[in-house]
């Protein structure tokens, strides 16, 4: 273990919370980094990610555990669950929705070495979900999300082509469930952020969403075929196939060489990084999957120095200043998905350079800073991202901890 790696640890331990309502929660619980009552769901999924090597210091089970224990009879989990276990978004609106990301970590785990007996409890939980989760089905058969809901505020899902005048889902107060002052803050800040843009969803087919939901699916099925529930993982797996011929029919730009959003009759002219879930989900073809790999390497669109950015370089709306959140700086999750995305198609080679060259870049930023930060600048590691918040462990641990183990030295830790 290095010195980087320790740095994690000891920051992450500072952020655990105690502040759940006893008998509702498990508490203590991992902390997101930011310092943020709330629990939220993408959060502690990557942060699992790297606690899952530590679970003799971090109360991951319980983390992870504190989501099914607040599911509701409908299948339906919260993205963001407030201290007393109750949603802080109203499930009519997709601001509520919960990346499907659960099944992923799960089955992680199991081929980890957890006993059988946890995906056996669990999985029942996940199905009910996954079901849920069908609301945000378009007539088309593709799925929507919202701007929080998606895991990345401000990707935009719109160019100047797009009517952005088409009915959505309009975000009233309704959408925050807390009374009161805070929930009136709550609302104005979505309202009045000039990131999101609350009314646009169900407009637009989510790439990421979609390939998540796929991903689901692909990880339903092998957690079915472990329990042998062999229908189950056959019906979950053609699923998974209809769905991915589905996004390849309607998602993958052709010019472009990538899975973009799109409308009901053309795609977007934005590639961010939620295209790369179509490698991790086993939606792209062997075809498709190269040409993603090649904008890895491609200095001009992600093959960036220090790392993959949140959108291509050669957008209009990619920046690296105070003002770019998600348009610009590369982030810890996603480098993980990009790097298992690439692994899931036997590019180790391309997946351990990757790797090596964000783990190098976050490890100097460390060195110069002394701390752990939230994203990171693609393009240099002299200085800390503009838009990124300090000791932030927090998913950015999956650099010193996880990424290093399992892609940048993984010969000594096969």
Not at 61 to 82: A, K, T, V
Not at 109 to 114: E, N
Request: hydrophobic share 35%.
């Amino acid at each position: 273990m290095n010195d980087f790696y320790q740095a994690a640890l000891n920051i992450a331990k500072k952020k655990l919370f105690s502040d759940l309502i006893p008998g509702k929660l498990h508490s203590p619980r991992l902390g997101t980094g930011g310092g943020f009552v709330d629990i939220f769901l993408w959060d502690t999924v990557f942060c699992s990610h790297w606690a899952k090597y530590h679970m003799d210091e971090f109360p991951m089970e319980d983390s992870i555990d504190n989501f099914y224990l607040c599911q509701e009879p409908d299948g339906f989990i919260s993205r963001q669950i407030r201290s007393d276990g109750k949603s802080k978004w109203s499930k009519a609106y997709p601001v509520s929705f919960a990346p499907p990301l659960l099944s992923w970590l799960e089955l992680d785990l199991y081929v980890g070495g957890f006993q059988k007996n946890r995906l056996e409890r669990v999985y029942p939980a996940l199905c009910k979900l996954h079901e849920f989760n069908k609301k945000w089905r378009r007539a088309d058969g593709l799925y929507f999300s919202d701007m929080w809901g998606c895991g990345m505020d401000d990707i935009p899902r719109w160019d100047d082509q797009t009517d952005t005048d088409s009915p959505g889902i309009n975000i009233s107060r309704a959408a925050v469930l807390e009374d009161g002052e805070y929930g009136d803050q709550s609302y104005k800040f979505m309202t009045d952020n000039p990131h999101c843009n609350f009314n646009w969803n169900r407009q637009i087919g989510w790439v990421d969403t979609n390939c998540q939901i796929a991903f689901d699916c692909l990880n339903l099925s092998k957690i079915a075929t472990i329990l042998k529930r062999t229908q189950e993982a056959r019906n979950y797996r053609n699923e998974h196939d209809a769905l991915a011929a589905l996004i390849n029919e309607k998602m993958f730009h052709e010019k472009c060489g990538f899975y973009c959003d799109c409308t009901g009759t053309r795609l977007i002219n934005h590639m961010h990084i939620g295209g790369f879930w179509a490698l991790i989900s086993e939606v792209a073809t062997p075809e498709r999957a190269n040409r993603l790999m090649e904008h890895l390497c491609d200095p001009e669109t992600f093959g960036l120095p220090c790392g993959v950015p949140g959108i291509a370089r050669n957008d209009s709306c990619f920046g690296l200043d105070e003002r770019h959140y998600w348009t610009g700086p590369a982030w810890c999750p996603t480098e993980y998905m990009v790097l298992c995305g690439v692994r899931t198609y036997q590019e180790e080679t391309l997946a351990k350079e990757l790797a090596t060259r964000f783990y190098n870049a976050t490890y100097r930023i460390w060195e110069k800073t002394g701390t752990i930060w939230e994203n990171y600048s693609p393009m240099q590691c002299e200085q800390p991202s503009p838009a990124a918040g300090r000791d932030f462990c927090g998913w950015s641990a999956l650099a010193p901890i996880t990424i290093f183990l399992e892609f940048v030295n993984k010969s000594n830790n096969a």
